[in-house]
């Protein structure tokens, strides 16, 4: 920091209500836009929202590439379903407080945003989804599609 830099951090703000309204409103705004343009950190589920949930069922000799799914198969639905989703979540089972495995090695959360445009890019470009499942698992995939009816927070 030069001496310059440093004298002025040492002097005292001159705020008055009206700057830090502006400065507060400014720092909405830019809250606002990072959140549109950032799906994780997107609003919460609504009532009537729709979901769709896939799991894979575990087992001794399941395999589930978390890396590929991640960085080439989320991203390749994205692009497909585009402004459809409003968020997709991607969570790795755990085991059980005794130590079981979990049921499921992985679960996914589509966030649906439109459901007429879901619908119209499944119909396109689902067969070429279902193709891409081999390269990350062999695991039997159960998928079911769902309705928000309630909402709790604390």
Request: charged residues 20%; hydrophobic residues 40%.
């Amino acid at each position: 920091m030069s001496k310059n830099q440093r004298e002025r951090a040492a002097e005292p703000l001159d705020c008055n209500r009206r700057s830090v309204l502006i400065g507060a409103a400014a720092a909405g705004i830019a809250t606002t836009l990072v959140t549109a343009s950032n799906p994780a950190r997107a609003a919460e589920s609504t009532v009537g929202q729709q979901c769709m949930t896939i799991v894979y069922e575990n087992g001794p000799d399941i395999r589930f590439d978390f890396n590929y799914y991640e960085t080439t198969h989320m991203p390749l639905i994205m692009r497909l379903y585009g402004d459809s989703i409003s968020r997709f979540e991607l969570r790795r089972g755990l085991p059980g407080a005794d130590g079981t495995p979990p049921r499921y090695i992985a679960t996914i959360s589509i966030w649906i945003a439109d459901p007429a445009a879901f619908d119209a890019a499944a119909a396109e470009h689902q067969a070429g989804i279902r193709a891409d499942v081999s390269k990350f698992t062999n695991a039997e995939l159960i998928a079911q599609r769902d309705t928000v009816v309630g909402i709790a927070n604390s």
